[in-house]
Nanobody
């Protein structure tokens, strides 16, 4: 069993920054790929970014490329999302996800474990 807990969400003005964290516990040895997804009210969940075990491979949605940076510290079983130049359209609940497979993918159906989410609100 794996547990994922997100933290770091909050309210920020447009142009500001936030750093989200996702702490994994339990059977974490096979969590090769981790990712971030988000869901705004009335919208479907969408892919934000994903990172391989080594951190050598990352994949970003076009909407966040150049503004968001994903990283991970395997010694701490933690993944991070540094979000800069935030826009009101970034407002959403952000979810951490993990999968046992090694492919860095955007398909949420291929992720095995999910956190409860942390809210990010960007005011204009």
């Amino acid at each position: 069993q794996v547990q994922l807990v997100e933290s770091g969400g909050g309210l920020v003005q447009a142009g500001g920054s936030l750093r989200l964290s996702c702490a994994a516990s339990g059977r974490t040895s096979n969590l090769y790929v981790m990712g971030w997804f988000r869901q705004a009210p009335g919208k479907e969940r969408e892919f934000v970014t994903a990172i391989s075990w080594s951190g050598g491979t990352t994949f970003y949605a076009n909407s966040v490329k150049g503004r968001f940076t994903v990283s991970r510290d395997n010694a701490k079983n933690t993944m991070y999302l540094q979000m800069n130049s935030l826009k009101p359209e970034d407002t959403a609940a952000y979810y951490c996800a993990a999968r046992s497979g090694s492919a860095v993918v955007a398909d949420d159906g291929r992720y095995d474990y999910w956190g409860q989410g942390t809210q990010v609100t960007v005011s204009s």
